[in-house]
């Protein structure tokens, strides 16, 4: 009976290894299933993919494949054409003759080469009675004043021009005026641009027409009239850009991409209250206009050389999901479930956090090869081996586990370093003392030595930051040489202040006995920022300063400390745009309530290399101002610039390739200048080789 007993008292342990075997043959056939998808291993849920903030790791990786960029750049890093298949600018110039006579000879001396004889050509001439309209290519400085300097004096009218602007309504306000006024026959010429803006040029008696004119505007002050005296003028000239858009391109629900999203867009985002102020990047903007589904015009108030920069920065929206609705439910439901123009489209959220992507079948540069892409949490380090071990599973965010088992398992996953996509830094407030003073911040820098401080984590790397720009642009060629670890030099600096040590207490002191010290806000939800905090904090210790470390929650930091600059110091992360332009962060103009420029930096010197750097066409003059910038913005230390981050992506070796559309044979993987973003779209699975 000794078998009897045997098989009773065995009988529960086979069970157990009877219902782990069952467990193990179940997710080997539910893993087995997932051969339909590009699997992706998450550790954290993908968070909300919003096009309006930068967002990092895997939320940034599917944003990314979600949401489509007016322009692109290419593998220089230089911008080409996307969702905007070209654009043009051209100067248009009107010119008041004295005569219909007169406007026919100034025509022929034009259309002869005579008038401007030097500079561009016209592009387009037309002639209304004593009115000439000519159309220039490009827009050239003092194009206006070579073309009438090159046309005999007599041949022009001589007339005052006269501009009013108003809110809105201008037209009905002007031909309102007219119908009771006594002395409108000195008006020779009425012009309107927009319903904001109209042109009057007047001869005679000009003291008594714009005295009834100023009357009458200032008993009409519901759209809130401005009158300006231009002089003695007789033409007017338009700065315009046509922005052509690309056709056959359609969102994810099908309905098609037109100028009416980009005009939305605009609107939506260069609003005071705008989630993503972008009203400082498109200052250059006079009117917005569409002229066809897939054609807008840009009236232009200048023209910087980072005209197309902003076009870049401008999120597009779907103005037929958004446009007829602005309460906050429709905005969150499209948070939750957004529709763009990218490679990728949102097919559904996953209960364990991660999403379902299908390959946007109609995407104008091509369909992804790859049809479909799972992000997916893992129950266990057991499940996520397993499925690596069947070949189901093609990338992963490692943990501490996995990253333990790779190592003790050589060959097995491989990685990848994106570019430097993320800026860290602390901001100080140059309002507040003791940041007001260069040699206390010149200390701070000194006191800080990094290569104690940074480290690279399983799923980023962190570098020394060696730039204000994108790293691999190519007008960016010197370094930005910030100031070295050096204790000693920090204390005498501190010492040369008045700030002296009591050696008691441990800390740096001035003349009335007050503490050196200050609060560092920092993000409460990030682990990083109060790993960074809490080190600065004891580095800047050991020189004799106090320092208060304020963990917010994220949103109270911005809506009460980064907005309104109500902070000593604060903590920041930012991405690092592909563009030169950096007026926004640090010119004088934007140190003001709701500007970018946080730290209150108001630098003569800086100001002026910021404005020749929006202007500047010329490659080697671009490439010496953005040299002195840097050296500029490091000799006065507006921020402790601490590193830049990187993405760092495990995948399974030989596992994946990139297959690009139109290309026959698949490439090995590789990110390019553009990071992670351009070649995100084609990775495909390596196919098995045919016996």
Not at 650 to 666: A, D, F, I, S, W
């Amino acid at each position: 009976m000794f078998w009897l007993r045997w098989l009773f008292f065995s009988a529960p342990l086979w069970l157990g290894f009877g219902g782990f075997w069952l467990f193990g043959k179940v997710a080997e056939f539910q893993l087995s299933r997932e051969s339909d998808a590009l699997v992706h291993a998450i550790n954290e849920p993908v968070g909300n993919l919003n096009p309006l903030f930068p967002a990092d790791g895997v939320t940034g990786e599917v944003a990314d494949l979600i949401f489509e960029p007016l322009l692109r750049r290419d593998e220089n890093l230089n911008l080409r054409p996307n969702l905007i298949e070209q654009w043009t600018t051209r100067s248009v110039i009107t010119i008041r003759c004295e005569s219909e006579e007169a406007a026919g000879e100034a025509e022929a001396r034009i259309r002869g080469g005579e008038a401007p004889k030097k500079g561009p050509r016209p592009i387009g001439l037309e002639r209304s009675e004593s009115v000439l309209t000519v159309a220039f290519e490009g827009i050239t400085d003092d194009l206006e004043k070579s073309l009438l300097e090159d046309l005999p004096s007599e041949l022009l009218g001589d007339y005052l021009l006269v501009r009013v602007r108003a809110r809105h309504s201008v037209r009905n306000l002007i031909e309102a005026w007219l119908e009771g006024s006594v002395e409108k026959s000195q008006l020779s010429m009425l012009e309107f641009d927009g319903d904001r803006e109209a042109n009057l040029f007047v001869r005679g008696e000009t003291d008594r027409v714009l005295k009834e004119l100023r009357l009458y505007l200032a008993s009409n002050p519901a759209t809130a009239p401005v009158l300006d005296i231009l002089g003695e003028r007789c033409h007017t000239s338009i700065r315009e850009m046509l922005l052509d858009l690309r056709a056959g391109v359609t969102w994810h629900d099908g309905r098609p991409f037109s100028a009416e999203d980009v005009a939305f867009s605009y609107r939506e985002l260069t609003l005071p209250d705008s989630p993503l102020p972008l009203a400082a990047s498109f200052s250059f903007v006079d009117s917005l206009e569409v002229l066809a589904p897939l054609r807008l015009r840009i009236r232009c108030r200048e023209a910087p050389a980072t005209m197309l920069e902003s076009w870049e920065k401008l999120p597009v929206l779907p103005s037929h999901l958004l446009a007829a609705s602005t309460d906050r439910e429709t905005r969150e439901a499209f948070l939750t479930h957004p529709v763009g123009l990218g490679p990728y489209r949102l097919e559904q959220r996953r209960a364990d956090g991660g999403v379902e992507l299908v390959a946007h079948t109609a995407y104008h540069r091509g369909v992804p090869e790859e049809g479909r892409l799972r992000y997916r949490r893992f129950a266990s380090l057991e499940s996520v081996l397993l499925a690596l071990r069947m070949g189901t599973l093609d990338a992963m965010e490692p943990d501490e586990r996995f990253a333990d088992w790779s190592e003790r398992h050589p060959g097995t996953v491989e990685t990848l370093r994106d570019r430097p996509r993320f800026q860290h830094l602390v901001m100080w407030n140059l309002d507040r003392p003791p940041f007001d003073r260069l040699p206390v911040r010149n200390a701070l820098a000194r006191a800080i030595d990094l290569s104690a401080i940074l480290h690279d984590t399983r799923t980023e790397f962190q570098t020394p930051v060696k730039s204000l720009f994108f790293p691999g642009l190519p007008y960016v060629a010197d370094p930005m040489l910030l100031p070295l670890h050096d204790p000693r030099g920090a204390e005498n600096l501190l010492e040369k202040e008045g700030y002296k040590l009591d050696e008691a207490a441990g800390l740096r002191k001035d003349g009335k006995g007050n503490a050196l010290g200050f609060t560092l806000a920092v993000n409460a939800s990030n682990p990083e920022h109060l790993r960074l905090a809490d080190a600065l904090a004891d580095q800047w210790a050991a020189v004799g300063l106090t320092v208060k470390i304020e963990p917010v929650p994220w949103e109270e930091l911005i809506a009460t400390r980064i907005l309104p600059r109500e902070f000593d110091a604060v903590l920041l992360s930012w991405e690092l745009p592909l563009g030169r332009d950096r007026r926004e962060v640090w010119h004088s103009s934007a140190a003001g309530p709701g500007g970018g420029n946080l730290s209150g930096l108001r630098d003569t010197e800086v100001d002026r290399l910021l404005d020749r750097l929006r202007d500047e066409s010329d490659p080697v003059k671009l490439t010496e101002t953005i040299s002195t910038l840097q050296r500029s913005i490091a000799s006065l230390q507006p921020a402790l610039f601490l590193y830049d981050s990187g993405r760092i992506l495990t995948v399974r070796k030989g596992g994946l390739e990139m297959k690009r559309p139109g290309v026959k044979t698949p490439g090995p993987l590789a990110i390019g200048k553009g990071g992670l973003e351009e070649v995100r779209p084609w990775w495909v699975r390596t196919k098995p080789e045919e016996p």
